[in-house]
């Protein structure tokens, strides 16, 4: 049995940040009830951030944006319950200041666990590989273990099979706009239609992105807009605004735009973000 010590002043951090769906196509159904997808995973700067030091108990301090439930189903926790079960790992006292809106289409639990993974393992040093963190990572979410190498990549099956792909937006602006519309991944699931496109996704991403607006769909759009025409409206914003592509994040209520230079963008009673991607 290992036994990690560590100094009680020591104060461990990280930034894990958010990801967009570029296109999403629900291909089929299956018979086990989940879906099999194709989509790009796609990092951009928003972040939530992270830290733990050594305590007698462990805690999780939320600030920021509200999260709810108890705190051992909290993927943060239980990220480090995956390790600590294996490497006995030292109680913690864990603060996690959220600016990743819950819900979103943006993968901010998914990035917190992955990106605790990864703190523990350098800190502790576990000497677990990306491939080793991967696996962990899959045993908390689908699309968790994507934040473990944070490159995009083409993401196939039930959102859990990786392929890299070779795409830069960086020279590009991004706009993330949240209202205060909730889609819950089952509701949008019900309603969406499985079919694969006739021009298939990775031959969309190869399109110039100004091609982006007529072949690069998030299938759950349709249903989602009918049932929150705002969401509708804010891509139109968009568009006006001079985004060259907008689209929606995974199964909502995130409406995204890309743009060439960075714009003035005010959206009243919505959470804004703007950056460089």
Not at 54 to 64: M, W
Not at 167 to 185: A, C, E, G, Q, R
Not at 250 to 262: L, M, P, R
């Amino acid at each position: 049995m290992i036994i990690f010590v560590v100094p009680k002043n020591l104060i461990m951090v990280t930034f894990p940040n958010a990801k967009i769906n570029l296109g999403l196509n629900v291909v089929s159904c299956r018979e086990d009830g989940y879906h099999n997808l194709e989509t790009v995973f796609y990092p951009v700067a928003l972040c939530d951030a992270l830290e733990f030091a050594p305590a007698e108990i462990t805690s999780l301090n939320l600030v920021g944006l509200s999260v709810e439930g108890d705190i051992e189903q909290n993927l943060v926790v239980r990220a480090f319950r995956l390790l600590q079960k294996e490497f006995q790992l030292p109680e913690l006292e864990i603060a996690l200041l959220k600016q990743i809106p819950m819900g979103a289409g943006l993968g901010g639990g998914s990035s917190d666990a992955a990106f605790m993974l990864k703190l523990l393992n350098e800190q502790f040093k576990l000497h677990l590989s990306d491939v080793h963190l991967e696996a962990y990572a899959a045993k908390l979410g689908a699309d968790c273990p994507f934040f473990i190498r944070n490159k995009p990549v083409f993401a196939a099956g039930i959102g859990n099979e990786f392929t890299p792909i070779n795409l830069s937006l960086k020279s590009y602006s991004l706009v993330l706009i949240k209202p205060d519309v909730h889609v819950s991944t089952a509701e949008a699931y019900a309603h969406v239609a499985c079919q694969r496109w006739d021009v298939p996704l990775k031959e969309v991403m190869a399109m110039p992105i100004e091609k982006w607006r007529q072949y690069l769909v998030n299938d759950f759009e349709t249903s989602a807009f009918e049932a929150h025409p705002e969401l509708a409206a804010i891509k139109q914003q968009l568009y006006d605004a001079g985004a060259v592509y907008a689209a929606m994040s995974g199964s909502g209520s995130t409406v995204y735009g890309i743009f060439k230079d960075k714009p003035t963008v005010v959206f009243p009673d919505c959470h804004l973000f703007v950056s460089d991607l």
